[in-house]
């Protein structure tokens, strides 16, 4: 995917996403998932788009089949990629994407006792076990906790 049409092909790609002000991290996720996409079908220009259900319908099957994809990621992928055929080629996909869909994986939580939890915030000190308090006591994702910051200073006081 180092053609100068496929960097092209990214480039208005990325043109267009900024245009509809979609994420950075969407942009960059979509871009990935196109790039594997024109690697796996080994094609070389616009031309080998044609025909974009029966590829799109043997890619996400070989992410679900071969490659073990969750239905999330199998997802993100199709959506990748009509956002491609729709948006940047202007090319509708009408026919039905009849794709092998990923099976859901039962993840079983796992738990641990009030006692484990306190030995185990016991045994930190500083900001990490400041860090680790916030997270259990009010069920902050890491990068939420990490992103915290005090907004009034005279409030420390």
Not at 3 to 32: F, G, N, Q, V
Not at 91 to 103: F, G, H, M, T
Not at 130 to 143: A, D, E, F, P, R
Request: with cysteine.
């Amino acid at each position: 995917m180092s053609t100068p049409r496929s960097r092209k092909l990214l480039e208005e790609t990325r043109k267009i996403m900024r245009l509809r002000h979609y994420s950075i991290h969407t942009e960059r996720a979509y871009c990935d998932w196109i790039k594997r996409y024109v690697r796996y079908h080994g094609m070389t220009g616009r031309q080998d788009l044609i025909d974009g259900e029966a590829k799109i319908e043997a890619f996400l099957t070989h992410l679900a089949v071969d490659k073990g994809m969750s239905p999330s990621t199998q997802n993100q992928a199709m959506n990748a990629l009509v956002f491609l055929y729709k948006h940047v080629l202007k090319q509708p996909l009408d026919k039905e994407i009849n794709a092998v869909r990923a099976s859901r994986k039962i993840n079983i939580p796992v738990v641990m006792a009030r006692e484990e939890v306190a030995r185990i915030i016991g045994a930190m000190t500083g900001i990490h076990q400041l860090v680790v308090k916030l997270l259990y006591g009010s069920g902050l994702h890491i990068i939420e906790c990490l992103r915290l910051r005090m907004h009034d200073k005279a409030a420390k006081a």
